[in-house]
């Protein structure tokens, strides 16, 4: 697309507030909860029973620093395709069309307020729930607890009834890295990626290598279109339409009584001469063979 900003100021603001929030950038919301996350799973890299136990040979606190580096890499790569995203969409040259941005204009209000409700959200939901290192800035953890009587027996099994505390230089440490770590995802993607340098589909240069198998998504649906989809329609048409459908239902059981009766109603009409004479010896010689029965009997 490209230049849809100048057509759709509203959801920019509003795509840069979920783009914001879901890299994890202070003080949007999904800062607070992400860093919860990440620093649940650090916490529970000692003194837990996930720490302790083992998985196929491996102890389970390297386990839990690896779904931490994980969490981690997951944060860096959202802020690269979400900053994309904004770019390619909403900055840049418009790629649409001439005729085409006559169209382009802000969603009606009926999608466009819950949008700008979620906005709101996403800049001041997360203060209700603010980590205990950052207890000066407001209340603290105010939906801690809300999920305990759910979860809250089997979460302090797993701590070995201890709620997991991390130490405030610790604490400090990670939720450095993690902004940090969204941030340079922002930033490079900023850096690597040139919008005015795109062009419109139609005018690209075709793919190849690996950029062609992710254009055609893998031929997944090919894939499964010569797997599973061809040989289910070449067995339908092959054996349920030629021989079950059109063979057996129509050919025998339609056709077929409709053949049946025509044989009989045949054979009946073939009896049905019009000739009184030929009725009359019919009748002589079955009233013959009756007699002729109860006498032999």
Same mark, same amino acid.
Do not use: C
């Given at each position: 697309?490209?230049?849809?900003?100048?057509?759709?100021?509203?959801?920019?603001?509003?795509?840069? &507030?979920?783009?914001?929030?879901?890299?994890?950038?202070?003080?949007?919301?999904?800062?607070?909860?992400?860093?919860?996350?990440?620093?649940?799973?650090?916490?529970?890299?000692?003194?837990?029973?996930?720490?302790?136990?083992?998985?196929?040979?491996?102890?389970?606190?390297?386990?839990?620093?690896?779904?931490?580096?994980?969490?981690? =890499?997951?944060?860096?790569?959202?802020? &690269?395709?979400?900053?994309?995203?904004?770019?390619?969409?909403?900055?840049?040259?418009?790629?649409t069309g001439t005729r $085409?941005?006559?169209?382009?204009? $802000?969603?009606?209000?009926?999608?466009?307020?819950?949008?700008?409700?979620?906005?709101?959200?996403?800049?001041?939901? *997360?203060?209700?729930? &603010?980590?205990?290192?950052?207890?000066?800035?407001?209340?603290?953890?105010?939906?801690?607890?809300?999920?305990?009587?759910?979860?809250?027996?089997?979460?302090?099994?797993?701590?070995?009834?201890?709620?997991? $505390?991390?130490?405030?230089?610790?604490?400090?440490?990670?939720?450095?890295?993690?902004?940090?770590?969204?941030?340079?995802g922002i930033v490079l993607?900023?850096?690597?990626?040139?919008? =005015?340098?795109?062009?419109?589909?139609?005018?690209?240069?075709?793919?190849? *290598?690996?950029?062609?198998?992710?254009?055609?998504?893998?031929?997944?649906?090919?894939?499964?279109?010569?797997?599973?989809?061809?040989?289910?329609?070449?067995?339908?048409?092959?054996?349920?339409?030629?021989?079950?459908?059109?063979?057996?239902?129509d050919g025998l059981f339609?056709? *077929?009584?409709?053949?049946?009766?025509?044989?009989?109603?045949?054979?009946?009409?073939?009896?049905?001469?019009?000739?009184?004479?030929?009725?009359?010896?019919? &009748?002589?010689?079955?009233?013959?063979?009756?007699?002729? =029965?109860?006498?032999?009997?």
């Open positions: 697309m490209g230049g849809l900003r100048r057509f759709m100021p509203v959801t920019w603001v509003l795509m840069w &507030i979920a783009t914001l929030a879901i890299s994890g950038i202070p003080p949007f919301a999904g800062f607070f909860s992400k860093d919860e996350i990440l620093g649940a799973v650090f916490a529970r890299t000692s003194d837990s029973t996930l720490a302790s136990a083992h998985w196929l040979g491996i102890p389970g606190d390297w386990l839990l620093y690896a779904v931490y580096v994980i969490g981690l =890499a997951g944060a860096f790569l959202t802020a &690269i395709y979400m900053t994309r995203l904004m770019l390619y969409t909403f900055h840049g040259p418009s790629r $085409e941005e006559q169209h382009l204009h $802000e969603t009606s209000a009926v999608m466009l307020w819950p949008l700008i409700v979620l906005g709101v959200l996403s800049v001041v939901g *997360g203060w209700l729930n &603010i980590p205990e290192f950052l207890h000066s800035l407001g209340p603290v953890g105010l939906l801690d607890r809300w999920l305990d009587p759910v979860v809250g027996a089997a979460s302090l099994r797993v701590t070995n009834g201890v709620v997991p $505390e991390i130490a405030p230089s610790t604490e400090y440490a990670l939720v450095g890295l993690a902004v940090l770590i969204a941030i340079g993607a900023v850096v690597l990626l040139k919008p =005015a340098k795109l062009v419109p589909k139609a005018k690209a240069p075709p793919e190849h *290598g690996l950029g062609l198998v992710l254009a055609n998504k893998y031929y997944v649906d090919e894939a499964v279109d010569l797997g599973v989809v061809t040989p289910i329609v070449d067995g339908s048409r092959g054996l349920l339409l030629r021989v079950i459908d059109n063979g057996i239902i339609v056709n *077929g009584s409709a053949w049946l009766t025509k044989g009989f109603a045949w054979m009946g009409s073939q009896l049905q001469s019009g000739q009184v004479g030929t009725y009359a010896w019919a &009748i002589v010689i079955g009233v013959l063979a009756v007699l002729g =029965a109860f006498t032999l009997r």
